[in-house]
């Protein structure tokens, strides 16, 4: 995508900074022994955001401009922001919690398709951004200076709503609470970052800190793959987990996916005595059975595009798996949960909502003031 030439020191696009995983508890120092700054782990949208006057450029990590679909993020960065070069977080904040399904349903319409859309859910969804890092200010590339220096220069800019400084601490032990407690507000862990590293764009020199469980569910259904196998058959590219509410109804909470193309092939047999039969019973009546047609029908509408096909084949709710997950998001998995192994000894009633771990009650305006007011 094209970029506007802003005159700053660091133009856009640039690939931002990454992180690795390293395990679901805080360490003292980094892998190498480096001496870490903590910071919470915000679920949003990675944003590096680029200002110059009034030109404002709110770059993905993918490398596209967001600006077009959050206006009032824009408006609120050239009436209150210094020319600089920010990297952060997009949020949705309300009732003390982040959204990240009311994000995503701000980058749907384009504005060459809609700009009264854009501008309603700027108005229903208003978007704030939480910033964590300063690339450049003004006149000076800072991204080869230190991490402690660049958090000095961030820390001096005035920041005013919708714009956040995210905290930071040196203090393991504060860290950890922070990643016992945050959760509950929506944040899913605590990101490390050596002190003394530079900022070194789609690397992964920082880490990251998240939480990681398993919890039993009942395995109702599985989504065809994008491609055949090699005999031109169907084969596994997701299951449809659920679990059963106190409303004695199986809820479905997410899926589980990411397997071999070998495993894909055998999970469609071991799958096969459990199919139901179209026209039978079954507790998810909000998809197309796959089975019905050649050409599978879209189900229910996806969080991510109404034209997504989510038509599966229909199990009966009799097995049950245990599969690794991060956190929940009201009743659903965040990401995409990893299966782990059948629990043969369980039985499917047993496959409720009291067994997962609950997070501990925490606001937004807790972690940083004034966030989700």
Not at 74 to 102: M, N, S, T
Not at 238 to 263: E, K, M, P, Y
Request: aromatic share 10%.
């Amino acid at each position: 995508m094209t970029m506007p030439d802003l005159g700053l020191p660091l133009q856009p696009p640039i690939a931002p900074m990454l992180a690795k995983s390293i395990g679901a508890a805080v360490p003292d120092v980094g892998p190498k022994g480096q001496k870490l700054a903590f910071e919470p782990k915000w679920d949003g949208f990675r944003c590096l955001l680029f200002k110059a006057g009034s030109e404002v450029v709110l770059q993905s990590r993918s490398g596209e401009n967001l600006a077009y679909a959050f206006p009032e993020v824009v408006a609120a960065a050239q009436a209150g922001l210094p020319d600089g070069v920010l990297d952060g977080e997009l949020v949705i904040a309300r009732d003390g919690r982040l959204w990240f399904e009311l994000l995503g349903q701000r980058i749907r319409p384009r504005s060459e398709e809609g700009g009264w859309k854009i501008a309603e859910l700027a108005n229903d969804h208003p978007a704030s951004y939480v910033a964590f890092d300063l690339l450049a200010d003004a006149h000076q590339d800072l991204s080869e200076t230190a991490q402690h220096d660049r958090r000095t220069a961030l820390e001096s800019i005035a920041f005013a709503p919708p714009f956040f400084l995210t905290p930071t601490t040196a203090d393991p032990d504060v860290a950890q609470r922070w990643f016992d407690q945050f959760e509950g507000a929506g944040l899913d862990g605590v990101m490390a970052k050596p002190v003394a590293g530079t900022y070194e764009p789609n690397k992964r020199t920082m880490f990251k800190i998240k939480h990681a469980r398993t919890t039993d569910v009942v395995i109702g259904g599985w989504r065809p793959y994008k491609n055949p196998g090699v005999d031109g058959q169907q084969v596994v590219g997701s299951l449809l987990l659920g679990l059963f509410g106190n409303d004695g109804q199986l809820h479905h909470i997410g899926v589980a996916s990411s397997f071999t193309a070998t495993r894909r092939a055998e999970l469609v047999a071991e799958l096969a005595p459990l199919t139901v039969q179209p026209g039978d019973e079954h507790p998810w009546s909000w998809g197309q059975d796959a089975s019905t047609a050649n050409q599978r029908q879209p189900g229910a509408g996806s969080r991510w595009t109404g034209k997504k096909d989510l038509s599966f084949y229909k199990l009966r709710p009799e097995l049950v798996a245990e599969v690794a997950y991060d956190h929940m998001e009201g009743t659903r998995f965040r990401h995409v949960a990893k299966f782990v192994r059948y629990r043969p000894d369980r039985s499917p009633e047993s496959c409720t909502f009291e067994q997962l771990a609950q997070p501990v009650e925490f606001e937004l305006s807790d972690v940083v003031p004034g966030l989700g007011r």
